[in-house]
């Protein structure tokens, strides 16, 4: 069984990005605010629980049955859509929704407990979603037995420029510490 473990950790350890000075995942928004992603540890790979590994497993599971669903029943959609945006000069923002329709888009999680309603810890990513694709966006709950309870996302002007002067500050922090290269030291 240990070995199924090293197997599945390995997956999900293999499908994390190269962090790079000057380019943020939408993803990092929060992890930047609350602390958990900085300067001193940008470079370093997040430590995944085994639980947390087995719950990112079965979203992706859902998220690929999702899609065979969507694609059998002839919808119109792209899966796992990515845009860049400038912030500012040498900032780019990346963001990558999970089903992108022509009048909205679905960006799924599947949390650990119910929701009634949209966390913080999902508003700053569905925030660079918005701004990056200009079309309603849904946070789309993931849940067993198999169903998509969708909630949607409202937009705020005050919580994007938030990020961006979060992304800008940030930006600034990780420069002054390893320069102003955007490779990785």
Known sequence: MAKIDEILRGYIEKRT???????????????????????????????????????????????????????????DFQSQVKKEIEIAEDIVLVSKVDFLFPSFAIETKFPFSFLTEIPYRYKLQLECEYRSFYVPIYLGILETPFNLRLIEYTPMKSRWRKIKNLLIEFDKKLREKYGKTKEKK
């Open 17 to 75: 990005h190269e962090r790079e000075i000057g380019r943020y995942w939408a993803t990092d928004c929060y992890k930047i605010l609350k602390g958990y992603l900085t300067p001193e540890n940008f470079f370093e790979k997040p430590e995944i629980n085994e639980r947390g590994v087995k719950m990112m497993l079965t979203g992706l599971a859902n998220e690929l049955m999702l899609e065979k669903v969507f694609g059998e029943m002839n919808l």
